[in-house]
């Protein structure tokens, strides 16, 4: 019989180092069937909007995501199905034409700002973490990221932040933080925590093989 894999879910606000956590885990398992599945792939499809009403979208509210694909693909793959991921283009603010084919793995890491905040994803979760980073960090983080990868100017970045990003992050981020089994200050900088993380999901590994 094939074992279930694990799920960690990993959270914080946005530019707060969830890849940077993710990606510690991931390297760590270099002979593990491991892959991470971002919540962001998973935002709603916005063709129907045109490209200035795409902008005006809050992207930082559970509402803006398909959370009900996300659950429904997980469960697939827990189930040792294969999955189509949907790609998002954030340049046009919308899901491009072009999906990932995802293979069941032993561990998945599903990685987002709002991964715990839906009972159902968390319920699917074998370990969850919250990476708790500054605000001033996450902004000035968010502000290098956004105008490399995404091609963003400063003032919209500045005017996102302060409008929307700071206050869902209060609204319903932060407060999923009591759901989390480990919370992780400054992030992937925090080395004995990524080292308990890891050390967990070894013991989990040992055990289901």
């Not at 491009?96 to 990685?111: A, C, G, L, M, W």
């Not at 709002?114 to 968010?142: A, C, G, N, P, Q």
């Not at 206050?167 to 089994?181: G, L, V």
């Not at 919370?183 to 590994?205: F, M, Q």
């Amino acid at each position: 019989m094939t074992k279930k894999p694990i799920i960690i879910g990993v959270t914080g606000g946005s530019g707060g180092g969830k890849t940077s956590v993710s990606r510690a885990i991931l390297d760590s398992f270099p002979d593990a069937r491991i892959s991470m599945i971002e919540h962001d792939s998973y935002y709603k499809n916005q063709d129907n909007l045109t490209f200035e009403e795409r902008v005006l979208t809050n992207y930082d509210h559970p509402l803006a995501f398909d959370t009900d694909l996300m659950i429904y693909h997980l469960s697939e793959l827990l189930a040792g199905r294969s999955v189509d991921i949907p790609i998002y283009d954030y340049t046009q603010h919308t899901r491009s034409h072009k999906t990932y084919h995802q293979e069941p793995q032993d561990v998945f890491i599903v990685e987002g700002i709002l991964v715990l905040e839906d009972k159902r994803l968390r319920d699917l979760m074998d370990i969850k973490l919250f990476v708790d980073t500054d605000d001033d960090i996450r902004i000035i983080r968010r502000i290098k990221r956004d105008m490399e990868e995404r091609g963003r100017s400063l003032d919209s970045i500045i005017e996102q932040y302060t409008s929307v990003v700071k206050p869902m992050y209060h609204q319903f981020i932060e407060p999923t933080k009591r759901y989390a089994d480990i919370v992780i200050p400054e992030g992937v900088s925090n080395v004995v925590a990524i080292d308990l993380i890891n050390t967990k999901v070894e013991s989990i590994l040992r055990e289901r093989s």
